[in-house]
């Protein structure tokens, strides 16, 4: 019988997982279904450039993975059963149960409205391609001058407003933040950032913790009443909660715990990889949820699925940070150079050169979803009976 791979979610860490298994394991041997609700893979990192009226190449998950051997399944993940081995989807024919002998679970991350009150009904998101099109549709509604408030310090929202102010020059665009703008940053990072925004015309709200959103403004704790036609949120990422839901571990924020291969403390024959996954850093310090963290965990729960089912050598490589890209418009960039933990050192690359390092980083990892094993030759493996049993192990077991 066939060993039975199914990927849930075909976003930078589940699509590559897929197409890295498909390149190490035998076709004979293995099914791998890929679940995912578009038909297409969204470039999550440009969703920024998408909200501010560019539109991004298209890329069909069916044409991408044509002659992989990877099957591509269109639908809603409605739950999943760790006990029995089996998840529910639900498309336009109804629901189904799929059965499989070892689980990936890539379903990511959402907004996070994080509680704050009108949030949810007032704010626009900027976590999926829905969300993006939605503000982008809004955006182009509004007149010149009106304001658009982005609230959130992060990569998200730093570049959401430099992408914003740079393609709407008319529009009053502002950045509200916590604590100080741009605080992860080495000084010559925060320096330079703040030269891009005051030549962009941003202006930053320091020290602004939003305690509420309403139509036409937000409110901050220290009494602060900031006008806003439209209010981008920004702020975090929630991952998808039907983990919470099973008998998987896991943790207060709903990331599934796992062990340096990817592997779920508790059910051998499930892995989480992205942002669903809870994964220990250098320093003993959790991944931050990005890309970069991302797809380095695809390829380790790929190669260590792939060497317990053909007796192979288990990967060790420990995933490390190198810098931080962070576009500023199409014109400008910041590449924030880190420690292995993802702190800030002083050297930083800015201007031109920067913004055409940080393109290249996006290409590279759309290039990367298409070409898993990055362009070099790869043997498929064929798996053993024996190995696929002891891989996934008996239902309920936990296993070394």
């Known amino acids: 019988m066939q060993h039975r791979i199914i990927v849930l979610g075909a976003g930078y860490t589940g699509a590559t997982a897929a197409g890295r298994l498909a390149r190490r394991l035998h076709r004979e041997d293995v099914t791998i279904t890929l679940v995912n609700a578009e038909p297409d893979f969204v470039e999550r990192i440009r969703l920024h450039q998408l909200a501010a009226g560019q539109d991004l190449k298209p890329r069909p998950l069916r044409a991408m993975f044509a002659g992989s051997g990877v099957e591509l399944r269109l639908a809603q993940v ?64 509004l007149d010149a001058g009106q304001a658009v408030l982005v609230v959130g310090g992060g990569l998200t929202g730093v570049e959401a407003a430099a992408e914003l102010a740079e393609a709407r020059p008319d529009l009053d ?29 941003i202006t930053v709200h320091e020290h602004a913790d939003v305690t509420a959103v309403a139509a036409g403004r937000v409110s901050t704790a220290d009494g602060r009443d900031i006008p806003a036609a439209v209010t981008v949120w920004t702020t975090g990422f929630a991952v998808h909660p039907i983990a919470r839901a099973t008998a998987l571990e896991v943790t207060g924020t709903g990331q599934i715990v796992v062990d340096a291969t990817m592997r779920s403390v508790s059910h051998p024959d499930v892995y989480a990889i992205g942002d669903a996954a809870l994964v220990m850093g250098p320093g003993n310090k959790p991944l931050r949820m990005s890309c970069a963290s991302g797809t380095p965990t695809a390829w380790q729960a790929a190669d ?40 800030a050192v ?51 077991a936990r296993l070394p």
Do not use: M
Request: hydrophobic share 40%.
């Open 78 to 141: 409605a739950g999943v059963d760790a006990g029995r081995r089996t998840v529910t989807v639900a498309d336009a024919d109804g629901v189904e149960e799929l059965s499989y002998d070892t689980l990936v679970y890539a379903l990511g991350s959402g907004w996070d409205a994080q509680g704050v009150p009108g949030a949810a009904e007032h704010a626009y998101e900027l976590a999926g391609r829905s969300g993006a099109l939605r503000l982008r549709e809004r955006l182009a509604r």
């Open 173 to 201: 665009v502002a950045l509200a933040v916590r604590g100080g703008l741009g605080d992860w940053l080495s000084p010559k990072g925060r320096e330079h950032l703040r030269k891009v925004f005051g030549r962009l015309g």
């Open 304 to 343: 260590a699925i792939a060497a317990r089912l053909t007796g192979g050598r288990l990967p060790a490589t420990t995933i490390r940070y190198f810098n931080q890209c962070v576009s500023l418009g199409r014109k400008e960039g910041l590449i924030q150079y880190v420690t292995a933990d993802d702190r």
């Open 346 to 396: 002083p050297a930083v690359l800015t201007g031109r050169l920067a913004a055409v390092y940080k393109e290249l980083i996006c290409k590279s990892a759309a290039w990367g979803v298409a070409n898993p094993t990055l362009g070099l030759p790869s043997r498929r493996r064929r798996v053993t009976r024996a190995r696929a049993a002891a891989a996934a192990g008996p239902l309920g």
